[in-house]
């Protein structure tokens, strides 16, 4: 186990290495900061002494060899726009990320594995062939039509209006103040915010809610038809091994054999596409975000890409290369828990 840990700490560094070189490696092709920064009445000699005080001016080599020494000592820089740490710039919006994401692998779970082993057990029935034929649909629309599409059906109201309410990410002030005074009600938002500390959510309040189900939707929307048919192909193959054909001929339970036998081997695979997919939801969910201005990473990333905001670039792109590394690494633990005879330094058990 610590070797694994060892190996993969290892890995994260190289991952990281490489992410913050071509990250700084493309940041001239990004536009001038500069020029974000101030107005266009500011004489040359101003914007030329901005750049010489921001190491602009310095070569490749002394610039990434700066920002690498203060990033081992836990300093990414300072956002240009922001005029604050990148860090704590991204951790004001990794909240609202972390959020949407989770929200949509929930809608995944939930979904995708009855869907899946139903059209497994009943690949002919209609109802199967109904899905197979709606997760193609599913796989082929991309993620920014599925969220225009659900806006304009459920919040604009085409048919019917459930959700007037589409974009940001709602305030639990709503909820935490009374309509009558002013007055603080101690509510469920005030509260979930005093026990997270900085991480400040809405998903405690009606009004935060009723803003997350669109978004979770569209974003779930591109891994649920990909997981529905993987959990069908995985589990009928499965359904023709010899243990499961065992299983049958004691006279067990076809539910047993179904959701006990074969189920627990069909999610060995999908365990981890599903780790990987997780890091995927979160570069994905720059699309979604910016369609329903959802305040998390994805949007401010297209907002330092706008504004030449180098550091806060460079600072998102090693947190996302993060993520990947760390779900990697608990999914290939989490498999071998689920799978005792697969050893994670690679040997054969």
Known sequence: MIAFLIKRLMHAILVMFIIS????????????????MVGQSVPESEREALRERLGL???????????ALNAVQGDFGTSYFYREPALDVIARHLPATLELVFASMLIIVLFSVPIGVYSAIKPRAMLSRFFMGVSIVGISVPVFLTAI?????FSIGITITLFPESTGWG?????????????????????????????ETNLATWNGLQHLVLPSIALASIMLPLFIRLIRAEMMEVMQSDYV??????????????FVHAL??????????????IGTMVAYAILTETVFQWPGMGLMFLDA???????LIVSYLMIVGVIFVVTNTIVDLVYGLVN????????PA
């Open 21 to 36: 070189v071509l990250a700084f490696a493309i940041q001239d092709n990004l536009g001038d900061p500069v020029q974000q």
């Open 264 to 277: 627990k081997n069909t999610m060995l695979p999908v365990i981890t596409v599903g780790g990987v997919q």
């Open 57 to 67: 001016n310095d070569p490749f080599l002394v610039q990434y060899g700066r920002f």
């Open 340 to 347: 005792p005879t697969v050893k994670l330094t690679g040997k």
């Open 245 to 258: 054909k065992y299983a049958r001929a004691k006279g067990i339970s076809m539910r047993r054999v179904y």
């Open 305 to 311: 890409i706008n504004r030449a905001d180098t550091p």
């Open 149 to 153: 599409i659900l806006i304009q059906i």
């Open 171 to 199: 305030s639990w002030l709503n909820d935490f103040f009374s309509t009558e005074g002013n007055m603080p009600s101690f509510g469920r938002g005030y509260d979930l915010v005093q026990v997270f500390g900085h991480w």
